[in-house]
C-alpha cells in the first residue's frame, strides 16, 4: 500500500496529477473522515495555483462540462462568465486545487474541486460552481 508520503513525491516528480492518485486520495479522505491532503505542499506545486491534471482527465473533465450546454449555446447551470470559459477552455487547463466537505453534520464526503481558467467548480450530480 502507497504512503501518502510516495504519492505526494510521485505526484511533484511528475507534475500532474493522475486519475488513479486523486481517486486514492480521495478514499483515504472519506474512509478516515478528514481531508489528508497538506495544503502547504499542495500551494508548493505549480506556483500554488493547483495541480494539472493528465491531458485525458482534461478531455473527459471538459466534455463532462459541455454536457449541461444546450445546442442553441444556453444553459440551465452555467452563467455567460462559465460559457465563455468553457467555450474557450483546453484539456491542458484543468487544474486540481483540493477537496470540498459535502457531507452533513455526521458524516464527511470529501469531493474534489477543480479549476478551470478561473472557474472553479466541485463535480456533483452536474457542476457547482464554487469561485
Known sequence: MKTLESIFSEIKENGVITKQQLQLLKNRSNKQQQDVIDYDWLESIGDGYGIPLTEGQGV???????KFIKKNGE????????????GNASPSDFVFKGF????????RSFLPIYQLNGMEYIPMKEPYIVG
Do not use: F
Not at 60 to 66: A, C, P, T
Not at 100 to 107: I, P, Q, R, S
Open 100 to 107: 470540498y466537505d459535502a457531507g452533513n453534520g455526521w458524516a
Open 60 to 66: 473527459q473533465g471538459l466534455n463532462w462540462l459541455k
Open 75 to 86: 444553459s440551465n447551470v452555467y452563467g455567460y462568465r462559465e460559457l465563455e470559459i468553457i
